[in-house]
T-cell receptor, first 114, second 116 residues
């Protein structure tokens, strides 16, 4: 158990819908990262937040957005869902936003778009 | 942009054997970090070992060690005395140390199967 929690574990929805994935970082960690793992694209970095502010952006689609709240939990919002958005979405946390800080991964949310 | 290549989609070895997983990367940066992550069937991502590019000494963590060849941009993982619990996907990852604006860049992974 990494100490990072993600809800829900599984999510099944239809094309065109909007979903919210939630992540609670380890106690004391200020940085949250979101990653997408799909068969086509592999593991891709989406976005990073540090203490409530966006710090880095990766291959995140415009239909996707995220935020980190004052209690440090983070949410990833996916809208206008397409079949290709079906993937495992990981949240990871680390103490700081600096490189070489070990990122602790949550168990992931499996999103299936039908 | 940095790229990470793992050329072995799948490997299979007998329990107690030693196995080496390959990883090459491409970057123009001089300050960076390299990682190996393990993803067992549970899908949990677990850090196995990491290497700072400025360190010449290869990192070691118990049965896991790396062979870091900076000039060749190669970062292989050696697993000694392999165990059934080592069966997993293994991902090589890169992190830019100067401008960490892209999170971790992962390779496609190697599926390692340890046979009893």
């Amino acid at each position: 158990d990494s100490g990072v929690t993600q809800t829900p574990k599984h999510l099944i929805t239809a094309t065109g819908q909007r979903v919210t994935l939630r992540c609670s970082p380890r106690s004391g960690d200020l940085s949250v990262y979101w990653y997408q793992q799909s068969l086509d694209q592999g593991l891709q970095f989406l976005i990073q937040y540090y203490n409530g502010e966006e710090r880095a952006k990766g291959n995140i689609l415009e239909r996707f957005s995220a935020q980190q709240f004052p209690d440090l939990h983070s949410e990833l919002n996916l809208s206008s869902l397409e079949l290709g958005d079906s993937a495992l979405y990981f949240c990871a946390s680390s103490q700081t936003s600096l490189p070489n800080n070990e990122q602790f991964f949550g168990p992931g949310t499996r999103l299936t778009v039908l | 942009a940095q790229t990470v290549t793992q050329s072995q989609p799948e490997m299979s070895v007998q329990e107690a054997e030693t196995v080496t997983l390959s990883c090459t990367y491409d970057t123009s940066e001089n300050n960076y970090y390299l990682f190996w992550y393990k993803q067992p069937p549970s899908r949990q991502m677990i850090l196995v070992i990491r290497q700072e590019a400025y360190k010449q000494q290869n990192a070691t963590e118990n049965r896991f060690s790396v062979n870091f060849q900076k000039a060749a941009k190669s970062f292989s993982l050696k697993i000694s005395d392999s165990q059934l619990g080592d069966t997993a996907m293994y991902f090589c990852a890169f992190e830019d140390g100067q401008r960490p604006l892209h999170g971790l860049t992962f390779g496609k992974g190697t599926h390692l199967i340890i046979q009893p």
